[in-house]
């Protein structure tokens, strides 16, 4: 079974500063792992995924995630934050079938 | 964007009326899912479906019932509205369920309220 903890059900940053949003999970085999961004109103979208290979993910608009298997992790970073990353975002896992989703932390970007 | 369509968008019902709510692709894929999102538990999975008339229950299926008779469209029906599914539902399709093209592709979302 897999499941997905998100520390910090709210995270706010200044425009500009280190975007750090966290991610753990528990999964009984070899983790598939994604990260979702859902704008207000809006169904959620793919930002990015780890499969297999390169720990390191790139996503899309400069955000990036690190698989850590050691610490069961898979945080979401970006160096400098914009107002239009204001959003709520989604940790999911999977194994062999269903994804799995975290609870959400919403990010606010102050000006 | 993946062609997935939901309708409708909004609706407000009584409690005791069935609802039925739409999920439409365009893209042909074999999995489709219905999640509900509420404020501090995520989204969960409430039905998904593996094929044409293929479906199986998901974490929190009590009160609802799925059916697909066309490989592009997956209907939610809640059989009697009550005031706890009051909630957003996400339409969701995937390739595959396990491997790497697992990732889900999500509709718009239909904001249901029962009164």
Not at chain 1, 71 to 98: I, Q, W
């Amino acid at each position: 079974a897999q499941s997905v903890t998100q520390l910090g059900s709210h995270v706010s940053v200044s425009e500009g500063a280190l975007v750090l949003l966290r991610c753990n999970y528990s999964s009984s085999v070899p983790p598939y792992l994604f990260w979702y961004v859902q704008y207000p109103n809006q169904g959620l979208q793919l930002l990015l995924k780890y499969t297999t290979g390169a720990t390191l993910v790139k996503g899309i608009n400069g955000f990036e995630a690190e698989f850590k298997k050691s610490e069961t992790s898979f945080h979401l970073t970006k160096p400098s934050a914009h107002m239009s990353d204001a959003a709520e975002y989604f940790c999911a896992v999977s194994g062999r079938n269903k994804l799995v989703f975290g609870a959400g932390t919403i990010l606010r970007v102050k000006s | 964007d993946a062609g997935i369509t939901q309708s409708p968008r909004h609706k407000v019902t009584e409690t005791g009326t069935p609802v039925t709510l739409r999920c439409h692709q365009t893209e042909n894929h074999r999995y489709m899912y219905w999640y509900r999102q509420d404020p501090g538990h995520g989204l969960r999975l409430i039905h998904y479906s593996y094929g044409v008339k293929d479906t199986d229950k998901g974490e929190v299926s009590d009160g609802y019932s799925v059916s697909r008779s066309k490989t592009e469209d997956f209907l939610l029906t809640l059989e009697s509205a009550t005031s706890s599914q009051t909630s957003v539902y996400f339409c969701a399709i995937s390739e595959s369920m396990g491997g790497t093209t697992n990732e889900q592709y999500f509709g718009p979302g239909t904001r249901l309220t029962v009164t």
